[in-house]
Every structure is written in C-alpha cells, then in structure tokens.
C-alpha cells in the first residue's frame, strides 16, 4: 500500500463519502483534516479535498504536514471538462499523482463564504437558462436541486495506484 492513512476535507460531504468509500475498500483509515486523530506529522497520506474556484481546499496545509503521496480532487465540473495536469501545476503537486473525482452538489449546505461566492455565478447561470442556453439550463438543475455523483467506479483509479506494492 502505497499510504498509511486517508485524510479528507471536504464542505458538504461529498469528499467525505469518496474516502469512506476507500477506507473500506482498502482498511486504511480515514480522517477530516482538523481531527484530533487526525495522522502524524510526516506520515504517508493520501489526500482528498474539494475545489473551490480551482483550487484544492486544505491541500496547503496537507503538504506541510504529512508525506502526501498523491491528491484527489472532489468537483462538480464533468471529468471531461477538468484539465488534469494543469490542476497538478497550479497545486504544485510535483510527480505525486492527481486523481479527480465527481463529487456533487449540495445547496442546502454550502455555507459562508462559499455561499456568498456562489451568488455571481447562481445569477449569471440563471440569466443563461433563461436565454434558452441548454447547459446553463443543466448547471441551474444542479445549482437549484442538488446532485450527488458519487461512484465506485470513479475510484478504480485511485485503488489500482493505491495497491501497488
Ligand atoms: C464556492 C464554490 C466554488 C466551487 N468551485 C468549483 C470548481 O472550481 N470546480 C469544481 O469542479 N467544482 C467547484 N465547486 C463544487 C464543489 O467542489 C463540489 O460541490 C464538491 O463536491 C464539494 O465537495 P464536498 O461536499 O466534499 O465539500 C464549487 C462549489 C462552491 C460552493
């Protein structure tokens, strides 16, 4: 196994779910980043956390903390759409691999500042739908309703690197 533990941070808890799902999957355990159980400094860790505006939350501290063997990535955006190298730049991720996974999307618990983020692009996708546009149609669906994408075949990936010796 190529990490000790799984260490997750996830707002609304799909990134929760995704390393649940791997903790049982492989008997590593898994821990929110702020928990007191939380690994020691300098273990093997795999890393899970959810974008926001691009960016990887909780991935900053992560890499100052433990040895992160590799990272997933939980959005909303279609895998096809994600540019994954570029994402691993941007992260300064180095050599570690950067898996990413479909989370979902959860409305009645975005909160904060994430809420307040969310209001520029809520509007403007309302004014697309409106116009007829048929993605921002799809995406108003998403934002209004919620969804959770959530899947084990999404993790096959992240099992096949996890389990080589
Ligand atoms: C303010 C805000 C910004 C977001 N930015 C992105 C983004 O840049 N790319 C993406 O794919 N998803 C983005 N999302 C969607 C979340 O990453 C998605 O809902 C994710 O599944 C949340 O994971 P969590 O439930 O573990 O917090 C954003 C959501 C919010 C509220």
Request: hydrophobic content about 45%; overall charge positive; charged content about 20%.
């Amino acid at each position: 196994m190529r990490a000790d533990a799984i260490v997750h941070h996830s707002s609304t808890g799909f990134t929760r779910q995704y390393a649940k799902m791997l903790s049982q999957a492989t008997g590593l355990p898994a821990c929110p980043l702020d928990a007191p159980e939380a690994p020691l400094r300098g273990t093997p860790v795999l890393f899970l956390g959810w974008l926001r505006a691009g960016t990887i939350q909780g991935l900053k501290g992560a890499l100052g903390r433990w040895q992160v063997a590799a990272v997933c990535a939980v959005g909303m955006a279609s895998p096809a759409e994600v540019d994954v190298s570029r994402l691993a730049r941007s992260s300064h991720l180095g050599d570690r691999p950067l898996f990413y996974l479909r989370g979902g999307y959860a409305p009645d618990r975005v909160k904060g500042l994430s809420k307040i983020m969310m209001t520029p692009i809520f509007l403007s996708t309302k004014h697309a739908a409106a116009k007829g546009d048929p993605k921002a149609g799809a995406l108003m669906e998403v934002l209004v309703h919620g969804v959770n994408w959530v899947s084990r075949e999404q993790l096959q990936p992240v099992l096949d690197w996890l389990e080589q010796p």
